[in-house]
C-alpha cells in the first residue's frame, strides 16, 4: 500500500471545488439557505450518525439529502457567525476526504467528482462534545 500523501497533489481547481462543496454544505444548512445546501450533495448521498441513546441502545440514524434540505429550509440549525476549521484530508483520482469541526458538529465528508461536479457522497457526523466537561 502507497504511503499517505504529504501535501494535495490536486489541482488548485480541484481544490477551490472541493472546497466549495465542504462550505456549500456547511453555510447552506447554517444559514438556512437550502438551494446552497441542495448543491454540496450528489443525488445518491447519505448521511450518517451512529450513537447510544439516552436509554443505552446503539443507533445508526441515516438522513437523505431531501431530509437535510428541508431542515435548512426550516432554519433547525440557523447561527450566525459560525466558526469552524475545514481540512482537506486527500484529494486524488476523482475522490475527496474532508472534516469539519464547527462548534456544534464533526463531520467527515467523503466528496466525489461525478460528471464534472465535485459533490458530497457521504457524511458521517456527530455532535461535538458538551464543553461543559459532560
Known amino acids: ?10 489541482s488548485q481547481n480541484d481544490i477551490d471545488a ?14 438556512a439557505d437550502p438551494d446552497r445546501h441542495a448543491d454540496s450533495y450528489h443525488p445518491e448521498a447519505l448521511k450518517r450518525r451512529y450513537f447510544t ?9 441515516t438522513l437523505s439529502p431531501q431530509m437535510m434540505i428541508d431542515g435548512a429550509a426550516a432554519g433547525l440549525a440557523r447561527a450566525e457567525g459560525t466558526e469552524y476549521e475545514m ?3 486527500d484529494i486524488t483520482e476523482g475522490m475527496a476526504s474532508v472534516r469539519i469541526y464547527s ?9 466525489v467528482q461525478a460528471r ?3 459533490r458530497i457522497l457521504h457524511v ?9 466537561g459532560g
Not at 458521517?124 to 461543559?132: E, G, I, L, V
Open 53 to 61: 441513546d439516552e436509554s443505552g441502545i446503539e443507533v445508526l440514524q
Open 18 to 31: 472541493v472546497t466549495k462543496a465542504a462550505l456549500d454544505y456547511l453555510f447552506g444548512y447554517v444559514e
Open 124 to 132: 458521517t457526523w456527530k455532535h461535538q462534545p458538551a464543553t461543559n
Open 103 to 111: 462548534a456544534k458538529w464533526i463531520d467527515f465528508l467523503h466528496i
Open 87 to 89: 481540512i482537506i484530508d
Open 116 to 118: 464534472g461536479e465535485w
Open 1 to 10: 500500500m502507497p504511503p499517505a500523501p504529504a501535501k494535495l497533489e490536486a
